[in-house]
């Protein structure tokens, strides 16, 4: 602590339960004004949001109160300053299991009344990473109601650094205690139990408080501005939150919306059965399909499909309208009251009234239509009494296998065992396909749920923070089909505009974590420029807004310790116009820190408990309402002084609509996760516009932004629960791949378990990342890796980046390869061999099996890929990779009309292009090459006698060394010098 701190210390003995008490001092020392944050300067930010019941400027008068605490001081420092020159300081020492300290004001305080929410602003430590044994303060604001009774109301754990404000509304329970009036009386402090460092010490628990406040919640009306309308709109008559304004969102891009399109078209047709039941029979050449309508309004048990000759199955068990019970947690199926039905073309239309056994009322009405093999309800249920709406579940199949799709519904759930899957099954003695899911261009609902790894359960309509319910409209579809790719969701957005670009690049973050790490990072990528690395993304990461742990969203001054703007500028400008890379920002739309400027408590999404949304350490959610608001006006400025050309527009896509829902009654679209994917997606297509280059997020809930972003990490969270990893590609290939390229699998960190991460090399993550069509993730170390997700990646992924997957098939292990319909139902899926054709004729097939080699078919001759090898090529050859065993060693080889890459991985590998025991590459220069060797290469060999070779540094200047031209057996050999980067080589 430094001179200008005021110490109090307190010392408890070690007896198990000791209470101290003791009071606050303070020394006599000069007060200085205190570090407040430089983003509450740049705001000119003095007060809090409410009025303070304590300051918390000074610690005199206030009593500490310890248990199971060796020693304990609350004191007033001037170290950081917040509203003020100083704060206090809570200092506990060597505390253990059931610690807890009580903070005493010097009197008690009557709280003004209403009485409903409480902040607080604390300065913690870290969240992530912490030792085992380690917990976090957590501090109790403790009440006194008027007739005497105790309440203690927690914060939330303080596990951040940097300021940050903690805040709770009170429960309905907690108000109704304290509405006669309530009287602050302390704090209960409890965790800050620590681990012994190195030296056998327990470090002490040091966390800032300041501005205690007591207030009523916010209730002040709030308007946005309205943004463009949603097209397309299955129910014209439907809310649409903000989509109101002028002009069009371009997505989605049909009135079909998720419904797909028929590989093999049919003809459907509708009839009325023997005993009174709708049918939809599609007749098609692959086969005829009959879809029994349910013969209730609210309750679907009796909807049914046969294929062919097969038998009736069930489809929708317990599916149907369920309301909302006295029991909050409740809700049960409602029974009809009144219903009519009747054809009109290929839809039949049914309505009426739905009651529940506690005889509340929805008007139901149901479109129902088949498209192709897929049947559609679109439902709406009017009163804000239904609970949920619900698909049902399958029921009767033979050789039922629910399959997990990777990137299909991965974020749906907070728990990823209750993800969605799609049903494989057979019927009619041949593999058959169920999925069933909801539109999330037309919902109008708040969370969809699902119970185990099956089809999704259906979803629910919570309350809004004024207790009432919206409407149901939802577009609910089961597709049914023998073919795999035809059960997957249309994703209908536009193709992304920039997607060549995100295809022929690979991608990497960068971050400036040091003062001084923009000159490191200039030397590094002006190192990869001289190395023929040049096809790169990098977008920023957040540590360029701030210094420590500043905000670092809703930023347009960048941090001020790196350099601020003006640091920026340059760094910008030689990465983009000196290096040639595309280079673009960290941004956010999706944290607020109550530090920044922007900062307002009405800018905070609320959650099905009117609690703020958390987000990110120290940030609170802000507002789907209100962020493209603020992005119009922080997007420009930013592009105005630093001219990006790409960006990276964090956690969009990896936070699904449905956790990022407002349910705030004051805010049009509340409690509709529809209000949040549209806000999203348009912040995407605004990114876009400003930077005029392509535009990245974080992935993991990407399949719902496909073409609204250009690429994300292609990340799914799945691939860390199962070590299997399996690799089924379908839904990736047939829905994203066409529109938007994702890079690698995501980071290897991402895509490999935690158990198999220090086991395997970037093998396996390349080998999926070819499997899944992705461009590349540059992989910055170990160096050798670095070079091979360059090379092996780069040239191959801008080929089948632009074309669509053709035809799909999966290895067997025995040396066949299956259509996928009958590897899912087989199990074959699970060998992880994969080979896909494309429609410009590229090829790639990569083999995840963990223990089994595969023989391929490569360049017209046989190869044998080891497990994580792969093999690819374009259709006349020009781009030909190779990953696999020669002579039992494994070994590299990428040839392009740019470059031919080889590493023989330290075992002398020859091929026709060149040969090496190490990292070995030629560049095509004009009318010559520039050749290097690279990670452990002791020797390379072209395939021709040059007729000269002038060593080259650094720089790209000749080195004066002696260079012999050795040629043998007309092969020109090359082996590393001193000071030599490069070989200027003329044939």
């Not at 404000?165 to 329970?173: C, G, K, S």
């Not at 540590?543 to 809703?554: A, G, H, L, Q, Y």
């Not at 997007?635 to 896509?653: H, M, S, W």
């Not at 070995?920 to 009318?927: E, I």
Request: overall charge neutral; some cysteine; aromatic content about 12%.
């Amino acid at each position: 602590m430094n001179e200008n701190t005021q110490t109090h210390s307190c010392k408890a003995s070690k007896a198990k339960k000791t209470v101290l008490m003791c009071v606050a001092w303070a020394m006599t020392s000069a007060a200085v004004a205190g570090n407040r944050p430089y983003e509450f300067e740049w705001a000119n930010r003095t007060q809090d949001d409410h009025p303070a019941l304590f300051p918390l400027t000074s610690a005199d008068g206030w009593r500490v109160e310890s248990t199971k605490v060796e020693s304990v001081a609350f004191i007033t420092t001037a170290e950081r300053g917040l509203f003020g020159d100083s704060v206090t300081r809570l200092v506990i020492s060597n505390a253990v299991n059931g610690a807890a300290v009580k903070l005493i004001p010097p009197a008690p305080a009557k709280v003004p009344a209403p009485f409903e929410a409480m902040s607080l602003w604390a300065f913690g430590d870290w969240k992530y990473d912490t030792p085992p044994g380690y917990s976090h303060v957590t501090v109790a604001a403790d009440f006194v109601a008027a007739d005497g009774a105790a309440l203690s109301v927690p914060f939330e754990e303080i596990n951040f650094p940097g300021w940050g404000m903690i805040r709770q509304n009170l429960t309905p329970a907690q108000r109704e205690k304290l509405s006669t009036g309530a009287t602050f009386v302390s704090f209960t402090v409890t965790g800050a139990k620590r681990v012994k460092n190195s030296s056998g010490n327990l470090p002490a628990a040091v966390t800032d408080l300041s501005s205690f406040c007591c207030f009523e919640d916010e209730k002040t009306a709030l308007a946005f501005k309205p943004r463009p309308k949603r097209p397309n709109r299955v129910f014209p008559e439907a809310p649409q939150g903000l989509n109101t304004g002028d002009g069009y969102l371009p997505f989605p891009t049909t009135p079909l919306t998720v419904i797909p399109d028929e590989t093999v078209k049919g003809e459907v047709t509708v009839e009325k059965g023997a005993d009174g039941s709708w049918q939809f029979i599609r007749t098609g050449t692959d086969g005829t399909l009959r879809v029994r309508l349910p013969k209730k309004l609210g309750i679907w048990d009796e909807a049914a499909f046969k294929w062919n000759a097969s038998p009736w199955y069930p489809f929708a068990t317990t599916g149907g309208v369920w309301f909302v019970t006295k029991n909050p947690l409740a809700s049960e199926r409602g029974e009809d009251v009144s219903f009519v039905s009747e054809a009109k073309g290929n839809h039949v239309l049914y309505s009426g009234d739905v009651k529940s056994a506690e005889g509340r009322l929805a008007r139901v009405t149901i479109d129902f239509h088949l498209e192709g093999k897929a049947l559609a309800a679109d439902v709406k249920a009017l009163g804000g009494e239904v609970a949920s709406l619900r698909f049902g579940e399958v029921q009767g199949v033979a050789e039922r296998r629910d399959i997990v799709i990777p990137y299909y519904m991965n974020r749906y759930f907070p728990v990823n065992v209750n993800r969605p899957a799609v049903c494989a099954c057979r019927v009619d003695g041949k593999p058959f396909f169920i999925n069933a899911f909801f539109d999330w261009y037309t919902s109008n609902g708040s969370w969809p749920f699902c119970v185990g790894n099956h089809l999704v359960e259906g979803v629910n309509y919570r309350p809004k923070t004024d207790g009432a319910r919206n409407d149901c409209y939802e577009r609910f579809v089961w597709v049914f089909s023998p073919e795999f790719g035809d059960i997957f969701p249309r994703l209908a957005n536009p193709v992304a505009k920039y997607k060549e670009i995100a295809g022929s690049n690979l991608w990497r973050a960068w971050g400036a974590n040091q003062k001084d790490a923009r000159e490191k990072h200039i030397v590094y990528w002006g190192r990869r420029k001289r190395r023929g690395m040049t096809k790169i993304i990098v977008t920023d990461h957040e540590m360029m807004w701030r210094d420590e742990n500043e905000s670092f969203t809703f930023r347009t001054r960048t941090a001020p310790g790196k350099g601020g703007d003006e640091s920026q500028k340059a760094y910008t400008r030689t990465l983009i116009d000196d290096l040639g890379l595309y280079y673009g920002p960290y941004n956010n739309y999706t944290d607020l820190a109550p530090i920044n400027g922007h900062w307002h408590p009405d800018h905070v999404t609320r959650d099905e408990n009117n609690q703020f949304r958390r987000a990110w350490v120290r940030c609170f959610a802000p507002k789907p309402a209100w962020i493209n608001e603020a992005a119009e006006k922080i997007l420009p400025e930013l592009q105005r002084k630093f001219g990006f050309n790409c960006a990276y527009d964090d956690v969009i896509t990896i936070a699904s609509p449905w956790e990022r829902a407002d349910y705030d009654a004051r805010v049009p679209g509340a409690a509709t996760f529809a209000a949040t994917f549209y806000a999203f997606g348009e912040n995407l297509l605004l990114q876009k516009n400003t930077w005029k280059g392509p535009v990245y997020s974080e992935g993991g809930a990407h399949f719902l932004y496909s073409g609204l972003s250009d690429g994300n990490y292609a990340r799914d969270f799945y691939f860390q629960q199962e070590s299997n990893n399996w690799w089924v590609v379908d839904f990736d290939l047939l829905r994203i791949h066409p529109l938007e390229c994702n890079f690698g699998m995501g980071t290897p960190r991402d895509f490999y378990p935690r158990s198999m991460r220090p086991n395997l090399p970037a093998d396996r993550f390349l080998a999926a990342t070819l499997a899944f069509g992705h461009p590349g993730y540059f992989i910055w170390y170990p160096e050798h890796e670095e070079y091979r997700s360059y090379f092996m990646v780069q040239a191959i992924a801008a080929r089948y980046t632009r074309a669509e997957a053709r035809e799909i098939r999966y290895g067997d292990g025995k040396g066949a390869w299956l259509a996928p319909s009958e590897a899912m139902l087989s199990g074959a899926f699970m060998n992880n061999q994969i080979r896909v054709s494309y429609s410009d004729g590229t090829r790639v097939v990569s083999n995840g099996s963990l223990t089994e080699p595969l023989v391929a078919d490569w360049c017209g001759r046989a190869v044998t890929l080891p497990p994580s090898g792969y093999v690819a090529e374009t259709a006349a050859g020009e781009v030909r990779v190779f990953s696999g065993n020669v002579d039992g060693q494994r070994c590299d080889l990428s040839v392009a009309p740019e470059y031919v890459y080889i590493d023989g991985r330290g075992t002398w590998a020859e091929f026709a292009e060149g040969a090496s025991d190490g990292i070995f590459y030629r560049l095509v220069v004009k009318d010559s090459e520039e050749v290097f060797l690279a990670d452990k290469a002791t020797k390379a060999a072209l395939p021709y006698a040059a007729k000269s070779v002038t060593p080259l540094d650094e720089a790209g200047k000749p080195v004066p060394v002696g260079t012999p031209l050795v040629v043998e057996k007309g092969r020109t050999i090359l082996k590393p010098q001193h000071g030599v980067v490069s070989w200027r080589v003329v044939k």
